[in-house]
């Protein structure tokens, strides 16, 4: 069987978001793939039922179950925006419920069915925002990566009768209203929001309650940072964290006395699923709590306190429950992600087999190494067991900092295979601050970016020099995001990497505090320290490395600003570098934008690794 190829790119089909029936019977999820044409993302409804062949549905995502079964309500763009659409099973079309003027969000059904609630954005005055008058900001939280610049949109909660379709608007002002949950009485959501005037500045979100044309009550106290809320039958759980913003997400119920943390029975950050971040939202399964949490690189579902449910090597993404049955789905070493239903809490039955067939795919394996101050770190080697002499090697960073990799396939990093199927070594670190290792890891590099963590890239690349894999002349180095300003960080602290490519990346802290969505907590909580010192820029005159900057033009997040600064500092040095600018293309563009942009950025990895560091052995 051939190894995987660029072009293998535009066949994943990788499933997310499975929604069980409340029956058990039947599992609906969101299948994205590519049109290649189109240079789009398409996102479809799918279903799964046990022992028969998934099928789709109708175009759309984010498919929700009606308390009786009857019904998918769904999202599905009209005219660019995103509208909650009804899907009815007994046969039919399905048809559009609203029409909001600057789309909908995930819809979520009352219990009693009438109803369906969603966050939305909402424009000044209830209108669009005109693109081209004057941005005014009085605080610093004026656009956000993705979205770009707010323009005075906000999102807010809205309830659509389904009967009807007629909207009524829940909650208004200046904040943002997440992700609404219906009482299980029906009379109110519950939903996380900061409205302090100072928000900008302090971290801070409390969850809320409200009716329909009442006033928010705040239920919470400052102590806890809250993330999302959830009331699974009649128990309200929070995600939350404990004082500082930088540290591990837990789980708390609200009971009489304010919020109470779940024992988990782990030093793990539950994980309840972002863009790049995967896991799920907290679920029931009879009285037990049901979360994602990251162990070891590997995102597992957990049964409160701290039993795992899927042992393998995963990345859990999603997951609910109904009838006592969990629908989930999870990447695997050798698929970027299927559906599976878990019976009795052990009996894991496959539903779909969306994986890459005709591929023959290379296995991670997982590797510990020992940093020079005794701190053992964990990494994932990809690498064809048949090549016998050392060969190139490329060190892969993750972001965050605090993310990490896993040993499973995914869409994104396809150069990995493509690397190790002609003679490279990957290496994919998990060093201090990764999450899955425990809290005092995932905090050991706060106000230390690059001071704390290099000797653990170090010691890991010096191992594989000294086992035979990797050949110390044909060292490279890449990463995105924070694995930018490491590989800024690493390429000007040491020369021992003959090419580099920064995606996405931080050069400039000091620049980066004041111009990035999330600068001031990068300031106030994750550095807060020596900016200047720990600034790549500031050493920017002992890089030699060939350095190839890739960078969204629409980052908001990493401000493409710091690539043009690294990119003008190379060149003036005369260091061979190439700035390589995405048009329109956000902070998560590499997961989630255009499929020409994604396909672009691997080939372009590819071909520099070639030019640089291919070749002959030293
Ligand atoms: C507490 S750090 C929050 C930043 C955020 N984390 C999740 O991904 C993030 O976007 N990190 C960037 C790097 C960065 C860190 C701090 C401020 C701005 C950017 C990344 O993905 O590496």
């Keep these: 069987m051939p190894r995987l190829t660029l072009d293998d790119f535009f066949r994943f089909a990788v499933p997310s978001d499975p929604r069980l029936r409340p029956d058990g019977g039947a599992v609906a999820y969101t299948l994205t793939t590519i049109d290649r044409d189109a240079d789009e993302n398409r996102t479809e409804v799918w ?21 009786d079964g009857g019904a998918l309500a769904f999202l599905r763009p009209v005219d660019g925006k995103p509208q909650i659409h009804l899907l009815p099973m007994d046969g039919g079309e399905p048809y559009a419920l609203t ?36 941005v005014v900001a009085d605080r610093l939280e004026y656009k956000a990566d993705g979205a770009g610049l707010l323009r005075g949109v906000t999102s807010h909660l809205f309830v659509v009768d389904v009967a009807t379709g007629e ?20 009379t109110r959501l519950a939903f996380v929001a900061s409205m302090d005037s100072d928000r900008d500045l302090e971290t801070g979100g409390a969850v809320y309650t409200v009716e329909v044309g009442g006033e928010p009550e705040r239920l919470t106290e400052p102590e806890i940072i809250c993330t999302g809320a959830w009331w699974l039958g009649e128990r309200l759980v929070v995600s939350g964290l404990k004082g ?56 597992h579902l957990y049964r409160a306190p701290g039993e795992k449910l899927v042992p393998e090597e995963v990345s859990v993404s999603g997951a609910s429950v109904a009838a006592g049955r969990i629908a989930y789905v999870a990447a695997t070493p050798h698929s970027a992600g299927d559906v599976y239903l878990i019976d009795n809490v052990k ?11 005709g591929v023959d795919l290379l296995t991670p394996a997982r590797r510990t190494f020992t940093a020079p101050d005794g701190t053992q770190v964990e990494g994932f080697v990809l690498r064809d067991e048949t090549a016998d002499a050392p060969g190139p090697l490329l060190l892969d960073i993750h972001g965050g900092p605090h993310n990490a990799w896993a040993p ?50 170090l010691a890991a690349v010096d191992d594989l020099v000294a086992d035979g894999t990797a050949d110390p002349g044909r060292l490279a180095v890449t990463g995105y995001s924070y694995g930018g300003y490491m590989t800024c960080w690493l390429t000007s602290t040491t020369g021992r990497f003959k090419a580099a490519i920064p ?66 500092a190379l060149r003036e040095r005369r260091v061979p570098v190439r700035l390589v600018r995405y048009p329109g293309a956000s902070h998560l563009f590499i997961l989630n934008g255009r499929p020409s942009h994604r396909y672009d950025y691997n080939e372009r990895i590819l071909a520099w690794l070639e030019q640089w560091v291919s070749g002959s052995p030293t």
Excluded at 47 to 67: D, M, N, T, Y
Excluded at 245 to 255: C, I, K
Excluded at 412 to 422: G, S
């Design 99 to 134: 029409s909001a003027t600057l789309g909908a969000g995930a819809p979520q059904w009352s219990p009693d069915g009438t109803r369906i609630a969603f966050s939305g954005p909402a424009g000044p005055g209830g209108a669009a925002p005109d693109p081209d008058a004057p």
């Design 503 to 568: 995606g996405g990346c931080v050069s400039d802290l000091t620049s980066m505090s004041g111009t990035s969505d999330m600068g001031y907590l990068l300031k106030t909580h994750e550095h807060p320290g020596d900016l200047a010192a720990q600034s790549p820029i500031t050493h920017v005159a002992e890089v030699t490395a060939p350095t190839l900057l890739l960078h969204g033009e629409g980052d908001d997040r990493c401000p493409v600003g710091q690539s043009e600064q690294w990119f003008a």
């Design 408 to 457: 499973v396939l995914d869409g994104f990093h396809l150069y990995h295979q493509v690397l190790a199927a002609n003679g490279w070594t990957v290496l994919a670190l998990n060093p201090r601050a990764s999450d899955g290792y425990g809290e005092d890891f995932y905090t050991a590099a706060v106000g230390a970016w690059g001071v704390a963590d290099t000797q653990d890239f």
């Design 47 to 67: 279903l799964a039922v046990p022992g028969e062949p998934p099928r789709r549905l109708a175009k759309g995502s984010a498919a929700r179950w009606s308390p």
């Design 347 to 357: 009996d894991v039955t496959r539903l779909t087999d969306h994986a890459l067939d």
């Design 244 to 299: 500082s913003p930088v540290g591990h997400t837990r789980l708390f119920e609200l009971g009489p006395g304010g919020l109470a943390e779940v024992e988990t029975g782990l030093d793990r950050n539950v994980m309840t699923g972002h863009p790049g971040y995967p896991g799920a939202t907290p679920a029931l399964l009879g009285d037990d709590l049901l979360f994602c949490a990251r162990d070891h690189g590997c995102t």
């Design 167 to 186: 909207t009524a608007r829940v909650t208004d002002g200046d904040f943002h209203a997440g992700e609404p949950s219906w009482a299980p009485d029906g």
